[in-house]
């Protein structure tokens, strides 16, 4: 079963602080997500990855930039963290072409 | 441009046949999918379809996709309270190999 990994469920964090969101899936996948969750919007992708160093700004990049040095990580990064970036952050890994997997979400707080 | 629209809310009684309605804009859609979501989870693949087929059948699952109207529907016969779940329609455009646009997501609750 491919697992998709997200280092943590829950964060909080203060307004302006540099938060980091890590996600690993150990099938090798060459796609990699980050989604924001938000109740009534769905998800909406915030950047993907189709390669090592390899990114493509989704609907709603601003304020968030990604990483992917290794084929397996592929971290979200909130510059300056604001309040608005509150929400429910979803990883996801696929073969081209095929189904997302999920992982399980980082509940983000900024306060 | 793209979008996939889904109701918000659906309740239906212990036993019967729930189905959640959705509707794409992308006429080039290659596969469309269904994902569940459980309360505090990630979104788990529940059933897809490749857009040339009418129907697809798995277990208590039923999806049909009508192509000319854009209308994607998830019937789950005898409804059970381990199906309560927020169901996100998805589609992947003609257009992108790896991009895959999501519905706001159908909650669905059980009466007892």
């Known amino acids: 079963d491919v697992k998709v990994t997200q280092s943590s469920r829950y964060l909080v964090k203060r307004t302006g602080e540099k938060v980091f969101l890590e996600c690993v899936q150990d099938?090798?996948?060459?796609?990699m997500f980050w989604y924001r969750q938000d109740p009534g919007l769905g998800l909406r992708l915030i950047y993907f990855s189709y390669d090592v160093k390899m990114k493509e700004k989704g609907d709603i990049p601003e304020g968030y930039s990604v990483s992917r040095e290794k084929k397996e990580r592929f971290s979200l990064i909130l510059e300056s963290a604001s309040t608005n970036q509150t929400s429910m952050y979803l990883c996801a890994s696929s073969p081209p072409g095929s189904p997302l997997h999920f992982g399980n979400g980082t509940r983000l707080t900024v306060t | 441009g793209e979008d996939v629209e889904q109701s918000l809310f659906l309740s239906v009684r212990e036993g019967d046949s729930s189905v959640i309605n959705c509707t794409y804009t992308?006429?080039?859609?290659?596969?469309l999918y269904w994902y569940k979501q459980e309360p505090g989870a990630g979104l788990q693949l529940l059933t897809y379809?490749?857009?040339?087929?009418d129907m697809k059948q798995d277990q208590r699952l039923t999806v049909l996709l009508n192509k000319k109207d854009k209308h994607l529907s998830l019937r789950i016969a005898d409804t059970q309270t381990g199906d309560s779940a927020i169901y996100f329609c998805?589609?992947?455009?003609?257009?992108?190999?790896?991009?895959?646009?999501f519905g706001s997501g159908t909650r669905l609750s059980i009466r007892p």
């Open positions: 099938m090798d996948h060459e796609n």
């Open positions: 998805a589609e992947r455009p003609y257009s992108s190999a790896s991009k895959i646009i």
């Open positions: 992308d006429s080039s859609s290659t596969y």
């Open positions: 379809i490749f857009s040339n087929m």
